[in-house]
Nanobody
């Protein structure tokens, strides 16, 4: 079954860090563009970061939304078939449910909640 399962969210103080995981099954994540999205309460889902297979096998290119550039890092572990989102210097506006998906899109997972506290 082709699916992704997100984990790693939680309650964190402003300025803190979290690492989210996206475990892929039924397909080889390293062969696809993988993306992290987030949806804050009352807002539409937005793209946060992408990792794209490079022309050279084993390499990747990464892209970030302006709001997270310099604070978030997307990466992948081909052995574990997992994509990560390292989030540093978290801010209140990062509070959201975080989802991962590939291109072309598959069914959305349940996401993982990230909540910033004072």
């Amino acid at each position: 079954q082709v699916q992704v399962v997100e984990s790693g969210g939680g309650l964190v103080q402003s300025g803190g860090s979290l690492r989210l995981s996206c475990a892929a099954s039924g397909f080889t994540a390293s062969r696809y563009t993988m993306r992290w999205y987030r949806q804050a309460p009352g807002k539409e889902r937005e793209l946060v970061a992408s990792i794209v297979p490079g022309i050279v096998p084993g390499t990747s290119n990464t892209y970030y939304a302006d709001a997270v550039k310099g604070r978030f890092t997307i990466s992948r572990d081909s052995v574990k078939n997992t994509v990560y989102l390292q989030m540093n210097n978290l801010k209140f506006e990062d509070t959201a449910v975080y989802y991962c998906n590939r291109l072309p899109l598959i069914a959305w997972g349940q996401g993982t909640q990230v909540t910033l506290s004072s």
